[in-house]
């Protein structure tokens, strides 16, 4: 059993900060976790990639984010997180966090909404 718990996301006004985190628990040994990542999905739109980041510690991100967001893992935690500056309303979505070992795994997902 593998589960996928984020916590982080909220309310904030345009210009404003944001960290999002997302753990991985599982009932037995996961062994390597490859890739890590966070996509976001807004009302209306398809899911889209923000950014990944692999097992040597190789970072992707979408270029509506370069400069603002930055991804980190903690591999002894089996953790991603996002740390998301100059927080714009187009940025409103709900993140889902997405790990990949063995199968593809997500997160429930968390609403972040940026609005004054």
């Known amino acids: 059993q593998v589960q996928l718990v984020e916590s982080g996301g909220g309310l904030v006004q345009p210009g404003g900060s944001l960290r999002l985190s997302c753990a991985c628990a599982?009932?037995?040994?996961?062994?390597?976790?490859?890739?890590m990542g966070w996509y976001r999905q807004a009302p209306g739109k398809q899911r889209e990639l923000v950014a990944t980041?692999?097992?040597?510690?190789?970072?992707n991100y979408a270029d509506s984010v370069k400069g603002r967001f930055t991804i980190s893992r903690d591999n002894a935690k089996n953790s991603v997180y996002l740390q998301m500056n100059s927080l714009k309303p187009e940025d409103t979505a709900v993140y889902y966090c997405?790990?990949?070992?063995?199968?593809?795994?997500w997160g429930q997902g968390t609403q972040v909404t940026v609005s004054s």
């Open positions: 980041i692999s097992s040597g510690g190789s970072t």
């Open positions: 997405n790990m990949k070992f063995g199968s593809n795994y």
């Open positions: 599982a009932s037995g040994s996961i062994g390597r976790i490859a890739a």
